[in-house]
């Protein structure tokens, strides 16, 4: 199996139980973690070398990878009760890839540089000029702002990335970087961070420095998508182990693990968060395009844009 972005403990943990009927099968978990790295298995993939059943289908380039996963309408087998899955988890398109998780994005701020009644409750008070020059630290490639497009347009969001670089924030990159900078008190504040990092950070945190604030409309996404590899030796496995992680014990694992359940699963920890809030969710009508966005608001950033080879 090649899985997305995941935790040691989640891999370990999301070893489906022998009851599962897949106890015929081994089951060896890759996880994969950089954009370089998708581009490899990619490379792979096209090779006819890769020796998995499942891989991850990366965003970045989700049609390159179509033509080597196998056709299995998993839509329809959900519809049919062949497989029990929440039909809103399957690409309604691509009706072979599920994705399995979810991420929305927060803002994270250090409580001895800024009051909590100080983090702005919308993303445009984040524009105010009391947080102009270097208070506020963003990815240049957080998904954040991809996330706001299907609340507020193409539009609207880019113009929003460049008031926000004209705001002169601290560009870094990796979430975890801008996270422990906000922690050690280099930044007051960690703009379009995954909740579930800053979540994570929260519980190693002594000193109780590190403040969550969920700003709406929140952005949020699907994530964890996945297929079967048209090349698959245990196909039929492969479709039991979607099943497994989309069934209620599954996305107990990834949420108990690495809070990575999807939002639309009921109970879900990051779902329970946001629920009742607006949200600007990158469902499957717009998952194809995230790529593209992200490029687009590193180019309103006033970044070189680059080209996609």
């Known amino acids: 199996m090649s899985l997305p972005p995941l935790t040691k403990t989640s891999c370990e943990l999301l070893r489906p139980p022998s009851r599962k009927n897949i106890h015929s099968s081994t089951f060896v978990a890759k996880k994969w973690l950089a954009t370089e790295v998708y581009q490899r298995m990619l490379q792979e993939l096209k090779a006819g070398i890769a020796k998995w059943d499942v891989n991850y289908v990366a965003f ?35 009706r072979h890839v599920a994705a399995l ?3 929305f994005q927060a803002v994270a701020y250090n409580k001895e540089l800024i009051p909590p009644d100080r983090v702005p409750d919308s993303w ?31 539009e609207k969001t ?60 929140v952005p949020a ?21 979607l099943e497994f992680q989309a069934s209620a014990e599954g996305q107990k694992v990834l949420d108990d693990a690495d809070l990575n359940a999807s939002l639309l699963f ?32 590193v180019e309103a950033f006033g970044f070189p844009r680059a080209d996609k080879k």
């Open 158 to 217: 880019l113009d929003f990335a460049r008031k926000l670089a004209a705001q002169k924030p601290i560009w870094l990159r990796g979430v975890s970087r801008i996270i422990n900078s906000v922690r050690a008190g280099e930044v007051p504040i960690g703009l379009g961070l995954n909740g579930k990092s800053i979540l994570r950070e929260q519980k190693k945190d002594v000193k109780g420095v590190l403040g969550i604030k969920i700003v709406e409309p």
């Open 266 to 297: 009921p109970g879900s920890i990051q779902g329970e968060m946001i629920r009742g809030k607006k949200v600007s969710l990158l469902g499957w009508k717009h998952y194809r395009d995230i790529g593209r966005y992200q490029e687009e608001v």
């Open 124 to 154: 445009d008070g984040f524009l105010k000029p009391e947080f102009r020059d270097k208070k506020i630290a963003t990815d240049v490639r957080s998904v954040m702002f991809a996330a706001l497009v299907p609340a507020w347009g193409v």
């Open 60 to 94: 970045d380039n989700y049609d390159d990878y179509l033509p080597y996963q196998k056709k299995y309408d998993l839509l329809a087998m959900t519809q049919h009760g062949v497989l029990r899955m929440i039909p809103g988890l399957i690409d309604p398109v691509n």
């Open 101 to 103: 998780g979810g991420h």
């Open 221 to 241: 996404r699907i994530s964890g998508s996945e297929a079967i590899l048209a090349r698959a030796d245990n196909p039929h496995a492969a479709l039991l182990w």
